[in-house]
């Protein structure tokens, strides 16, 4: 039986189709391969999954429900489902609110229609977002804690998401784990991320935009901390129990917040060469702090996040360093 992971040109979905493909799983790749960013990075992502026995690729968008379930569906190998597709990105949704309708409302409903009528279906693992916490100012955010006060739509889809998945949790006994991430970087990284954002401006010599002023935290996770812990919800499924709904939300994070100067700080040292620093106010629909309590995933599946940033951000600059050619 095989896996399915969409998104699996994107970089979450990249490294774990790449830890799929290494335990010997059969992976189906689908992604439509957009320009939200530079192509030509999801393009070398998948030139490097396309030579690993196992992989095989599907280029269509999820939100085109009726032909992406024809397709998987025609496949008749899949039985679990890692679901990573999605428009990514806070400020971008400021301007592009239909991007985040299509792809994160019709498309989670577009996987669990297909999930629904897969014969062999065992569990859907999908990405939800730290950005459900919005407005919380109680830390670190515990996944009891509220989430009715979002600051984005990107946010307010992903809590969306976690909304219809019990839903259909609840109508279809549909296994179902949300994972809400938190800040994840590392190698082959998106270009619209702060640590991809920071590493050009200062090799170009030009300045970076740090809002409100430098006073922010977030909870920085290491991709493969991040692979780690959706591996172990996708071999952990959630079982039925006094009635409810068989589906659950974990925190995915580093459990450590740290400084956004200190990140920083790291890069300077990592690209050996002093940042020129815009100090700008705060950006709408973002958040000064993050920080991630992972008790309820590291009771249910022995995850443990082992990389903090003084290792991962020199990585990801060497990774840098070495894609972009400097």
């Not at 010599?205 to 409100?212: A, E, Q, W, Y």
């Not at 409810?244 to 990592?270: Q, T």
Request: net charge negative.
């Amino acid at each position: 039986m095989a896996v399915l992971v969409t998104g699996a040109a994107g970089f979450i979905g990249y490294h774990v189709t790449e830890a799929l493909l290494a335990r010997g799983e059969q992976v189906v790749g689908v992604d439509n391969v957009n320009d939200y960013y530079d192509v030509r990075l999801k393009e070398a992502r998948l030139a490097r999954l396309s030579v690993r026995n196992g992989f095989s690729f599907h280029r269509l968008d999820i939100s085109d429900h009726e032909r992406f379930r024809a397709e998987m569906s025609a496949l008749g190998t899949i039985d679990r489902v890692v679901h990573l597709a999605a428009q990514a990105g806070v400020r971008y949704s400021l301007d592009h609110p239909f991007a985040y309708v299509q792809a994160n409302l019709v498309g989670h409903v577009a996987v669990m229609e297909l999930c629904r009528h897969l014969p062999d279906f065992r569990h859907l693992v999908y990405a939800s977002s730290s950005s459900v916490y919005g407005g919380n100012t109680k830390l670190p955010f515990a996944i009891e804690d509220p989430t009715d006060t979002p600051v984005s739509l990107y946010a307010a889809t992903k809590k969306a998401d976690e909304h219809m998945s019990h839903c259909y949790s609840h109508l279809y006994g549909i296994l179902q784990t949300g994972l809400r991430f938190f800040t994840v970087y590392g190698p082959w990284g998106r270009p619209d991320m702060a640590m991809y954002i920071f590493c050009k401006a200062i090799a170009a010599g030009k300045p970076i935009p740090v809002f409100n002023h430098g006073d922010m935290k977030r909870d920085f996770t290491y991709i493969d901390d991040i692979v780690a812990g959706v591996l172990a919800s996708l071999d952990y499924p959630p079982a039925f129990a006094d009635g409810k709904a068989p589906h659950r939300v974990y925190n995915i994070g580093n459990h450590r917040s740290e400084p956004l100067m200190r990140m920083i700080g790291l890069i300077e040292e990592a690209m050996g060469k002093k940042a020129e620093i815009e100090f700008l106010p705060m950006q709408p629909g973002d958040v000064k702090e993050s920080f991630a309590d992972i008790a309820a995933i590291s009771e249910d599946t022995g995850y443990r996040p082992t990389t903090p940033i003084d290792v991962g951000v020199p990585k990801f600059v060497e990774w840098f360093k070495g894609y972009e050619g400097i």
